[in-house]
């Protein structure tokens, strides 16, 4: 079974970079991976999505290891406001298929 | 307009009701989504519509029946539920896949649903 393992909990000083590891061994090889991330339980919200490059937009940096079984997301400044659960979907299994990796909360300390 | 709405924003129903979820886009997209999410628990994809057609339905009990009436509409038509069914309903949209590429969702605020 397709499965993206994250880890569940990590703390960040407010201001510097967070880095959020994911792990999506079993990812096709025309398989893109994205980001999301959700606050207090509203919505999920689209972080950013890449397939072999590094991709940098105005919300974050996504870095893709070369055989593309594990990406990191960067914050490079985090706020109070990043505090949410990050999920990331890689290795969903299958065309249309969605599988969200296991999420991880990040918690931002001033 | 980016926004994808859901209503009601929260439901309390017996297991003896028929109730049904509605969400709506106009973002001219043409993949809904929907997805169930229990507390601390990721979401989990529930059903897929393309062009108004259901093409994915992940092995989801018959007491849940989507229904796609038009390319902006979405529901979610609930009978005979259980108390384990509650969770967060969350509805979704995107513009339509090529194989493997999922494009970008928007997601709706959800339908938070007590089932008693």
């Known amino acids: 079974d397709a499965k993206t393992t994250q880890p569940p909990s990590m703390d960040c000083a407010e201001g510097r970079a967070a880095n959020l590891p994911c792990n999506h061994s079993t990812i096709s090889g025309n398989e893109y991976v994205y980001w999301y991330r959700q606050i207090h339980s509203q919505g999920p919200q689209y972080i950013i999505h890449?397939?072999?490059n590094n991709e940098t937009n105005e919300m974050a940096s996504l870095i893709i290891t070369e055989d593309r079984k594990s990406s990191t997301l960067i914050l490079p400044h985090a706020t109070l406001r990043d505090t949410a659960v990050y999920y990331c979907i890689g290795g969903s299994g299958g065309y249309q298929k969605v599988t969200f990796g296991t999420g991880t909360k990040l918690q931002v300390i001033p | 307009d980016t926004e994808v709405t859901q209503t009601p924003k929260h439901l309390v129903m017996g297991m003896t009701n028929k109730k049904s979820l509605k969400c709506e886009q106009h973002?001219?997209?043409?993949?809904m989504y929907w997805y169930k999410q229990k507390a601390k628990k990721p979401p989990e994809l529930m059903f897929v519509y393309s062009y108004e057609k259901l093409s994915i339905n992940e092995s989801v009990p018959s007491r849940f029946s989507p229904e796609c009436p038009n390319s902006s509409l979405l529901n979610l038509h609930l009978h005979a539920l259980q108390p384990e069914d509650s969770a967060l309903y969350l509805c979704?949209?995107?513009?339509?896949?090529?194989?493997?590429?999922?494009?970008?969702?928007?997601f709706g605020p959800g339908t938070r649903l007590t089932v008693l």
């Open positions: 979704a949209s995107s513009q339509l896949w090529e194989e493997y590429f999922y494009n970008e969702q928007f």
């Open positions: 973002m001219g997209h043409r993949a």
């Open positions: 890449g397939l072999k």
